[in-house]
């Protein structure tokens, strides 16, 4: 499945995001990480670039995005978030917000 430049930023925004909300940066999540750069396809110089846009604009992109990337991203976010061991209060918080926003069942 293919994601446009916007879609990847706002993915890799959302992606950061969920590695960053319990202010510990774990070394399972540095993996995750480094397994999604060539399946979204991007590198570090991406992920600085998603780091300027905010989780409003992350959320308008993503509104726009199909039901089955939508899954997808659902799918990632949960695989970042447990990469850990678990799922922290506050990742858990930002995914759910997200989900919320752009339509995905916390099931998906």
Known sequence: MEFDIPEKLAIVHLI?????ADGQ??????SALSK????????????????T??????????KGMS???????AEILKEVAISDGYIHEKE???IRHVFSE??????A
């Open 16 to 20: 950061d995001s969920v590695i960053v």
């Open 25 to 30: 940066v774990h070394s399972g999540e540095i």
């Open 36 to 51: 999604l750069m060539p399946i979204i396809d991007f590198d570090s110089n991406f992920l600085i670039q998603a780091r």
């Open 53 to 62: 846009i905010d989780i409003d604009q992350s959320v308008h992109i993503l």
């Open 67 to 73: 039901e089955a990337k939508k899954v997808r991203l």
């Open 92 to 94: 858990d918080d930002v």
């Open 102 to 107: 752009i339509g995905v069942s916390k099931k």
